[in-house]
């Protein structure tokens, strides 16, 4: 039997096994669904087509550090490349998270051109901008990075005041090292200034039902979401569980996030290749 054909008939069994390891609970029986972590979609008007689920490698990221980043770097890619093997095509990392060096090593293994790769910058003047975006393409080994973020936003005016860093991202775009731009926002004034400012193409936020680390309660923020996709954004859902505030409703929190019928893809950070895997089958048996 081929390793991929082997990898695909035990999920099933692999994630079964492990429920309540790391706490989760209330597992769903596997059911066949109309959608799927693997299932191929376009971000927005970005043109860049991915895999509904991203890797995720920045749960409680700060410091250059994270729950994934502890891992060690085969560690990490070994998860990344599982979750290539089961049809995840977007790595999601971040300078503050300390996986790049971990993405590296996966990305070795595999066609660059099949994965989306989206890192985040704190850089808020251009040279800073232009300093990072050399380097972290030098850390990821890759010629250019899919979707560059401008990350963690707070100020309601942040589209005039980081206009220098913005310039920067928008001229390593025209070079072709960076696809698609965007930004990540802690406050619902910069979420709203996301989603009116022509410069974003991405908009990644935080979704989940309990409005757990949100920027305003669900309806607010959702509200906010739609402004942007109407305007052809791409829509990026993150602490869709709540950064493990719903680590015990996880197949409700999966269900939220499809039924909104507003997120492009969502990215979640498993911390290990069981809990990766029982993803995978949870979102196969979620009902929107």
């Known amino acids: 039997m081929k390793r991929r054909d082997f990898l695909a008939k035990s999920v099933v069994g692999v994630a ?33 087509k991915t895999s509904r689920l991203a890797c995720g490698t920045g749960t409680m990221g700060f410091n250059h550090r994270s729950n994934q980043s502890v891992m060690g770097v085969q560690g990490l890619a070994d998860l990344l490349l599982q979750g290539y093997d089961h049809g995840l095509r977007f790595f999601d990392t971040a300078d503050s998270y ?40 030098e850390e990821l080994g890759t010629d250019y990075i899919d979707i560059l973020m401008m990350h963690c ?20 775009q025209e070079k072709g090292i960076v696809r698609a731009h965007g930004c990540s926002c802690h406050t619902l004034g910069a979420l709203r200034a996301a989603a009116k400012s022509p410069w974003v193409q991405v908009m990644l936020s935080r979704v989940n039902p309990i409005g757990s680390h949100m920027d305003a309660e669900p309806a607010t923020v959702v509200a906010t979401l739609r402004e942007g996709r109407a305007a052809g954004k791409a829509i990026i859902g993150m602490k869709i569980l709540g950064q493990g505030d719903m680590r015990t409703r996880v197949d409700e929190a999966l269900s939220y996030a499809l039924s909104l019928d507003l997120l492009h893809a969502f990215t979640i950070g498993a911390e290990d290749r069981n809990q990766q895997l029982d993803l995978i089958q949870r979102i196969a048996a979620a009902r929107a």
């Open 16 to 48: 079964g096994a492990w429920l309540g390891s790391r706490g989760w609970a209330g597992a769903m029986p596997p059911e066949a669904g109309k959608i799927g972590a693997a299932d191929v979609v376009v971000l927005g008007q970005t043109g860049i």
């Open 98 to 137: 300390g996986t790049h060096a971990h993405v590296a090593a996966a990305l070795k293994k595999l066609p660059r051109e099949k994965i989306t790769v989206m890192s985040k910058s704190w850089s808020r003047d251009a040279d800073g901008m232009r300093a990072d975006i050399d380097r972290f393409r």
């Open 153 to 172: 936003l707070t100020d309601d005016d942040w589209p005039e005041k980081c206009r220098p860093a913005m310039d920067a991202i928008s001229e390593a």
